[in-house]
């Protein structure tokens, strides 16, 4: 089973692409922590989602409690109508098609 974390909020009127622009530069960061699997950003109009998913609990646990979470938490707050709401869940199903939603061999590189 693996965890995810869901980072969802609403920007202020004219700030998504600021709100976008903070979650891309923090992203080669947490890719780096240990058990971070991979992240999902979803974005409608001034809405967006950021779906983190981790190998353990304690992965998620430990980057929840870290020094890069709460400063992501404190840079998208300004931009956003409220702070943001953050929620943790057990993975319970995942499927994909038979070509799988990571090509192995994308560019021509694996």
């Known amino acids: 089973m693996y965890y995810c974390r869901v980072l969802e909020g609403r920007a202020r009127p004219g700030q998504i692409e600021a709100v976008m622009q903070v979650l891309q530069d923090r992203l080669e960061r947490v890719r780096k922590v240990s058990g971070f699997l991979f992240v999902q950003i979803l974005q409608a109009a001034d809405d967006f989602i950021a779906v983190s998913s981790w190998r353990t609990t ?53």
């Open 58 to 110: 304690k992965d998620l646990r430990a980057y929840a409690e870290s020094e890069l979470a709460q400063d992501l938490l404190r840079a998208l707050t300004p931009l956003c109508i409220s702070p943001p709401q953050v929620r943790t869940f057990d993975l319970r199903l995942m499927a994909e098609s038979e070509e799988g939603f990571f090509p192995i061999d994308e560019g021509g590189e694996g």
